[in-house]
């Protein structure tokens, strides 16, 4: 069998590739010839992936709450990769030194197709969210959520890490405090103490931190300032803001940065809003949640008003933010 001159340019390029890198092609081709074939299960780690659950309890809808909450995670994360290429102008070369092809520069069709994939994971987890609404039996998570304290959906980082890549930090300190800081230059660490989700995690008769809010301090408090310090001027705001004037009043644009606003501060804490209210709402007293935060004060937006591009939204906006979704899909069906 001759090999056909488009094989033999290949076989040139890897030489050159190998080259460039100080290795041998012909130790390469030894290894490619032993190598196994690739199988779906080994690529994605199925079997790893699988035994990833662990339930604390007996209760068989356990599994059910680890597993959603899993999915979760993995669908933050994508999230979070679209979010670096969007700060980072959508330039990445491979470990070899070779490009890739992806853009040097971020111009507005660029950036509003990867916010609309980020919004397409949080519109599919909105949707699923119906998982943990009704795919569960009340009586079993009311018993197994006990064996949880003092873990809470409040500690996933990675959510924290979306909101901290997304918008200007100081839009993400409590809105009490806004006015009162506005204007006065605050550093990172400086507005992290005035974070709105120290709100939702603190005893409401002591003014105490919950002993959740402190792991969750803890383990990510160094992190999260890292992270906002490395976004300042990276965040999606600020890349909205450092585009041309055209591009900035690009409607597919707008429209992105609009529905992500609405996606993560409207619709997505209130299926988790709807979700309290299927399982620890009752008639001699609201259950606490596991972390011991206020859901009841904390999950509904028209409480924090966070939003992420408040220069995107009118007066009348702003003033009824979260206010229909909560009437529509939470008091009309359980009240």
């Not at 033999?8 to 030489?15: H, T």
């Not at 604390?56 to 059910?64: A, G, H, M, N, Y």
């Not at 974070?195 to 301090?217: D, H, M, R, V």
């Not at 310090?229 to 644009?253: C, F, G, H, R, T």
């Amino acid at each position: 069998m001759e090999f056909t001159q488009e094989i033999l340019d290949k076989v040139k390029l890897l030489q050159e590739k190998y080259n460039l890198m100080g290795q041998s092609l012909d130790g390469y081709l030894d290894g490619l010839l032993l190598a196994n074939y690739l199988t779906y299960w080994d690529y994605i780690q199925l079997d790893t992936l699988l035994s990833l659950q662990n339930p604390k309890t007996d209760f068989p809808d356990e599994e059910i709450f680890i597993m959603y909450h899993q999915i979760t995670e993995l669908y933050f994360k994508l999230a979070l990769h679209e979010l670096k290429q969007i700060a980072y102008n959508g330039k990445n070369m491979a470990s070899n030194g070779h490009d890739l092809g992806w853009k040097d520069t971020l111009d507005a069709n660029y950036f509003a197709d990867r916010i609309t994939r980020i919004n397409r994971y949080f519109e599919s987890l909105t949707k699923s969210f119906e998982i943990m609404v009704d795919g569960m039996e009340k009586e079993q998570f009311l018993r197994y959520r006990m064996a949880l304290l003092p873990a809470s959906g409040f500690q996933s980082a990675q959510y924290r890490k979306i909101e901290i890549c997304t918008t200007d930090f100081f839009n993400l300190v409590d809105k009490d405090m806004r006015p009162s800081l506005q204007g006065k230059n605050l550093n990172v660490d400086e507005l992290f103490e005035h974070i709105y989700w120290n709100k939702g995690a603190t005893e409401l008769s002591t003014g105490k931190k919950t002993l959740t809010l402190n792991q969750f301090e803890k383990k990510y408090k160094s992190e999260f300032i890292a992270l906002a310090n490395e976004y300042k001027d990276k965040n999606m705001w600020a890349k909205y803001k450092a585009l041309s004037v055209e591009d900035q009043q690009n409607p597919k644009l707008i429209n992105a940065l609009k529905e992500l606003d609405v996606n993560v501060n409207v619709n997505w804490p209130l299926m988790h809003y709807k979700s309290a209210v299927r399982y620890l709402q009752q008639k001699e007293g609201d259950a606490p949640a596991t972390g011991g935060t206020n859901w009841q004060k904390y999950l509904p937006p028209r409480f924090q008003k966070r939003i992420f591009y408040p220069e995107l939204w009118n007066k009348e906006e702003h003033e009824e933010w979260g206010k229909g979704w909560v009437e529509t899909n939470v008091f009309k069906t359980h009240f």
